[in-house]
Antibody, heavy 116, light 108 residues
Framework: EVQLVESGGGLVKPGGSLRLSCAAS????????MNWVRQAPGKGLEWVSS????????YYADSVKGRFTISRDNAKNSLYLQMNSLRAEDTAVYYC?????????WGQGTLVTVSS | EIVMTQSPATLSVSPGERATLSCRAS??????LAWYQQKPGQAPRLLIY???TRATGIPARFSGSGSGTEFTLTISSLQSEDFAVYYC??????????FGQGTKLEIK
């Protein structure tokens, strides 16, 4: 069974940093591209970032480019999102999602709240 | 950026009736269109990909159609568990897959 479990969310002040993690199991992690997708409270879904299976290709939404860094460790079956210079508008549930064109599995999400 | 527009924003339907949800792309996405279902407090679940192929374990009452810029999700006979928010997503412009704003399917 495919499982994606996010962690690392919490309350952070504007300008602060946070690192999200996603632990994957139930599939060959190193064979799949992975994504972060977020959802602001009461709002729709927004793609944030993608990373290819070997980390050769990395993409970001314009809204987070230069502030967020996606990475992965295939030996640990883990995906990460380093978030710096956080803003109030980054407040959202962040989902780790497996890419199969389209996304076929999602984690349960971790809430990031940016507030003073 | 490809903009996805869903209609209506809210759809009220009685259990047992048919529901038809629409999704329009601002430019052609071929058949690279997916539908997701999201219930409160839960992650989205993939229903349809390739515009018309049901994902694993999805009941036959869910069907998708369309290509290019116009797409439809039909739920043939609504069950109580089907009341949720539905999102379409284009993945033709991978990885910048854009989502529609969602259609809330509520009980009439």
């Amino acid at each position: 069974e495919v499982q994606l479990v996010e962690s690392g969310g919490g309350l952070v002040k504007p300008g602060g940093s946070l690192r999200l993690s996603c632990a994957a199991s139930g599939f060959t992690f190193s064979s799949y591209s992975m994504n972060w997708v977020r959802q602001a409270p009461g709002k729709g879904l927004e793609w944030v970032s993608s990373i290819s299976s070997s980390s050769s290709y990395i993409y970001y939404a314009d809204s987070v480019k230069g502030r967020f860094t996606i990475s992965r460790d295939n030996a640990k079956n883990s995906l990460y999102l380093q978030m710096n210079s956080l803003r109030a508008e980054d407040t959202a549930v962040y989902y780790c999602a497996r890419e199969a064109q389209p996304v076929d599995y999602w984690g349960q999400g971790t809430l990031v709240t940016v507030s003073s | 950026e490809i903009v996805m527009t869903q209609s209506p924003a809210t759809l009220s339907v009685s259990p047992g009736e048919r529901a038809t949800l629409s999704c329009r792309a601002s430019q052609s996405v071929s058949s690279n269109l997916a539908w997701y279902q999201q219930k409160p407090g839960q992650a989205p679940r993939l229903l349809i990909y390739g515009a018309s192929t049901r994902a694993t374990g999805i009941p036959a009452r869910f069907s998708g159609s369309g290509s290019g810029t116009e797409f439809t999700l039909t739920i043939s006979s609504l069950q109580s568990e089907d009341f949720a928010v539905y999102y379409c997503q284009q993945y033709n412009n991978w990885p910048r897959g854009t989502f529609g704003q969602g259609t809330k399917l509520e009980i009439k």
